[in-house]
Structure formats: C-alpha cells, structure tokens
C-alpha cells in the first residue's frame, strides 16, 4: 500500500470517528434526560413551576426613581417614575437619557439613595452607572436598570428613593468638539 493510499485510508477513518463522536454527543441530551428523570433529578413539570423562595410577599415597597445632570447638555429620565416591588423581587426599570447638544459627551452616572440606608440592600444586577457613557450630538438612549432590593432591608423603611446624577467626564470632549 502506499503512502498516499495509506494517508487516504487513515484520514477517512479520522472523519468516519470524528461524525461518530458528533451524533455520540448529540444522543447524550435525550439519554441525560431521560436517566435523571428516572433518577427523580429532573422532573419537566416542576422546572415550570419554579418559584423565588427569597421574594418577601408580606412587605411592599414603593420605589420612587429620579433623574439629574450637572455640567451636561442632556436630558435624563426615569420613563417610571415609581414602582410597587416587594423586597426580593427583580425590578426593571429604563432610564432614557437625550444628549442635547450637537457634539459628542461623555459622562457617568452616581447613584444615591434615599434613605441613605437603603444603599446597602439595592443590589444591581444590570445598570447604566456601570460604565461611562459617551452620546453622539442629538443622540436618545434608553438605558436599563435590573436590582433587587435584600429582603433584609429594615422593616421601618417602606419607600426607597434611588436618584442618578449624570457628570461630565473630565476631558469630556470627545469626536465632533474641536
């Protein structure tokens, strides 16, 4: 045999193994399925039925949301101006933020609690605050805002303020300003 026919041989078994260990991979899922189901594992009616065992239904709190720029040629509003959450619970909220302005800004937002206790059971899971944020002259941006609020937050507090303040980033000139 020669070499060629020989390399010929060896790359058709390669890819004869390399489908076989595919359709091996893709036969597991149903086969996994199935085992825990047997097993009690995994069960497909309860995985609908999961709750939030963490959610405080017995309390509810009134979150109210505020909007400021200092220094910024923008427009910055909650599109909410308050929602009924209870602790525990994940709330959504969209910010829309308008850069006035025909040139380019950069700011970040800082946050602020009221009362100032709260600060420490709001927990963001997604907000804009996290990074800076640069418009382009004229440019309109929704922004969302995803926390929960710790159901271990005082049972004296019953409303949260949370304000966001929009700065200008030093050295905020940015594309469009000369």
């Known amino acids: 045999m020669s070499t060629a026919s020989g390399n010929a041989l060896l790359l058709r078994k390669l890819v004869v ?4 260990m595919f359709g091996f991979g893709f036969a597991l899922v149903p086969i996994y399925k199935k085992i825990c189901e047997t097993a009690g594992i995994y069960d497909l009616q309860k995985a609908d039925r999961l709750v ?3 959610v405080d239904t017995s309390r509810t ?3 109210q949301f505020d909007a400021n720029t200092r220094d910024l040629p923008w427009t910055f509003r909650p599109l909410q101006k308050s929602v009924q959450a209870h602790p525990g619970e994940m709330v959504h909220i969209v910010y829309e933020v308008t850069n006035t302005a025909a040139v380019d800004k950069l700011g970040q937002a800082i946050p602020s609690y009221g009362p100032q206790i709260a600060g420490q059971y709001v927990k963001k899971v997604e907000c804009f605050c996290f ?6 002259g004229n440019e309109t941006r929704q922004m969302p805002l995803q926390f929960v609020v710790d159901p271990q937050l005082p049972r004296d507090v019953s409303v949260i303020t949370l304000s966001y303040t929009f700065f200008e980033l030093p050295g905020g000139k940015t ?3 000369s």
């Open 61 to 63: 709190l009134t979150i």
């Open 131 to 136: 990074a800076r944020q640069e418009l382009r």
């Open 175 to 177: 594309r469009g300003e």
């Open 52 to 54: 939030n065992t963490q």
């Open 17 to 20: 193994i390399a489908v076989a």
